[in-house]
């Protein structure tokens, strides 16, 4: 009979020399001593299920490798080259958090396992923790002085670092473009950092590229609803796009998950207090109370600097009430700051041109109009453009009612009375004694008047005049008058 151990309450397995497990004999109660005879199970159970993982990962099919890769964590737990072939597997799946737990139990187990070192910095190095991922490296370069790998994941680790502090830099500057360029450069070599995405993706915000900020938010939400800062970022985006109830949803719910969410507390009390100074504006202005409606604008404006679109809308609104108040070249002010806001916003470029309209600032008109009809082509567009234009033709020749002191709208009697009025003022029998300059000014002033008074006392040339038409067919010296006497009722004025 060979000599055997008793069973007992010893484990299933008996670990027998250097890493070697034995299975307990068919009769139960005892162990064999010769040991030679004996099947070493689990370890070759487990070597079994590791050399099928490596032929699935061959394969690149990641899914199947990692689960034979459990199974042999499972057959042997103990095994630090089973987590780092799992952590390398979840690595292919961009499942960085989990191969990085793997990673670690790894160097755990067997802390001169540099693959398993290597892997951890990857790991870190993607979630965009650069510093931990420099002490990976460097542990490696400890174990492998000349691990080429090694040396360029550390260079790598040290750019991130370094677009991190510029990025960090240039935030606080408020110069975003540079902040975005860095973190592009940064999730380069940490692809799969939030931290990265959601920095860029505020910065877009605050560069008014909201589709891109939107984007980048959405990709994180949908592999984690939860994260507050993609849900500020959200948020953020409708807040700039005018879309403030929809906004303040966002910023709660990140609350709701984050609740020291800072930048969500601030964002959402702008929003509301935005949302409620602009509607209070709006309804004073309905009021007809202008001064009111143009302190409560300003004190919109003075909210949020940032939010471009929705402070656009103010300067306009601000500007229809400097309308309002008659103060045109203050509501031009307004409008132009809107226009360099949101160079499409149609409302400011036509509260600007008729504001130009009003001061008979034509050309300017023109510009503003042609801007909007090139923009959306409508009828009325057409028109506003044709007038301005129009006036702009008609501002290039004289203006007879300007030379006879009447308003556009002016009678005929008006019209008669102005001009015996500066006729007699302007007359050069009255100037004879004057110096030879001041004689040919008031002969010139005479002339215009008579020019002045022929067409507007005309009702078919003052019709044509009025409508912009040249009027050299008429006469031939654009409705100048034939040099003899212009008589007004029982008065005659010479001409000389």
Same mark, same amino acid.
């Given at each position: ?78 095994? $630090?080259?089973?987590?780092?072939? !799992?952590? &390398?597997? @979840?690595?292919?799946?961009? #499942?960085?958090?989990?191969?990085? =737990?793997? /990673? ?54 040290? $750019?991130?670092?370094?677009?991190? !502090?510029? &990025?960090? @830099?240039?935030?606080?500057? #408020?110069?975003?473009?540079?902040? =975005?360029? /860095? ?197 009325e567009h057409k028109h506003l453009l044709k007038t301005a234009q129009l006036e702009l033709k008609k501002s290039k020749r004289k203006d007879y009612y300007k030379v006879l002191g009447v308003g556009k709208n002016a009678t005929e009697d008006e019209i008669k009375k102005a001009y015996r009025k500066r006729a007699l003022m302007h007359h050069p029998d009255r100037h004879s004694a004057a110096t030879p300059e001041v004689q040919k000014e008031e002969e010139k002033k005479f002339k215009e008047m008579g020019e002045a008074f022929t067409v507007l006392s005309d009702p078919k040339k003052k019709t044509r005049y009025d409508c912009g038409h040249d009027l050299e067919d008429d006469s031939n010296n654009m409705g100048g008058h034939d040099g003899g006497f212009v008589p ?9």
């Amino acid at each position: 009979m060979p000599t055997a151990f008793p069973f007992g309450t010893l484990s299933k397995f008996i670990l027998i020399g250097q890493n070697e497990f034995v299975t307990k004999t068919r009769s139960p109660g005892c162990y064999p001593t010769n040991f030679n005879c004996l099947v070493f199970f689990p370890l070759r159970e487990a070597e079994g299920f590791k050399d099928q993982g490596n032929a699935f990962y061959v394969k690149k099919d990641y899914s199947e490798a990692f689960n034979y890769y459990t199974k042999a964590i499972d057959a042997c737990p103990k095994n $630090a080259s089973y987590y780092g072939n !799992r952590a &390398a597997t @979840l690595m292919m799946l961009c #499942r960085f958090r989990e191969a990085l =737990v793997d /990673s670690q139990r790894a160097v755990r187990l067997d802390d001169c396992f540099m693959k398993g070192h290597l892997r951890e910095g990857k790991c870190h190095l993607s979630l965009g923790n650069a510093m931990a991922a420099s002490r990976c490296f460097q542990k490696v370069l400890e174990l492998e002085p000349s691990n080429s790998q090694a040396q360029q994941e550390h260079k790598n680790a040290t $750019a991130v670092l370094e677009y991190e !502090r510029m &990025a960090e @830099l240039d935030f606080e500057k #408020r110069d975003f473009r540079k902040v =975005v360029y /860095s973190m592009d450069k940064a999730l380069g070599l940490a692809s799969t950092c939030h931290r990265f995405k959601i920095l860029k993706a505020e910065c877009l915000a605050l560069l008014g590229r909201y589709l891109e900020a939107q984007s980048v938010a959405s990709d994180i939400l949908r592999m984690d609803s939860t994260n507050g800062d993609a849900l500020y970022v959200r948020g953020l985006c409708l807040y700039y796009e005018d879309c403030i109830d929809k906004a303040v949803q966002f910023f709660v719910q990140a609350l709701r998950m984050a609740p020291d969410h800072e930048k969500s507390r601030l964002a959402c009390r702008n929003a509301k207090a935005l949302k409620a100074k602009k509607e209070e504006g709006n309804k004073v202005f309905k009021d007809s109370n202008f001064e009111a409606a143009y302190r409560l604008y300003s004190e919109a404006l003075a909210i949020d600097p940032n939010n471009i679109k929705t402070n656009a809308k103010l300067y306009c609104n601000r500007g229809t009430v400097g309308a309002k108040l008659n103060k045109p070249d203050q509501a031009i002010e307004d409008c132009t700051s809107a226009i360099k806001l949101d160079d499409t916003y149609i409302k400011a470029y036509l509260r600007r041109a008729q504001c130009y309209m009003d001061i008979e600032q034509y050309e300017e008109a023109v510009r503003d109009y042609e801007k909007v009809y090139q923009t959306e082509k409508t009828k009325e567009h057409k028109h506003l453009l044709k007038t301005a234009q129009l006036e702009l033709k008609k501002s290039k020749r004289k203006d007879y009612y300007k030379v006879l002191g009447v308003g556009k709208n002016a009678t005929e009697d008006e019209i008669k009375k102005a001009y015996r009025k500066r006729a007699l003022m302007h007359h050069p029998d009255r100037h004879s004694a004057a110096t030879p300059e001041v004689q040919k000014e008031e002969e010139k002033k005479f002339k215009e008047m008579g020019e002045a008074f022929t067409v507007l006392s005309d009702p078919k040339k003052k019709t044509r005049y009025d409508c912009g038409h040249d009027l050299e067919d008429d006469s031939n010296n654009m409705g100048g008058h034939d040099g003899g006497f212009v008589p007004i009722g029982n008065v005659v004025v010479s001409d000389v």
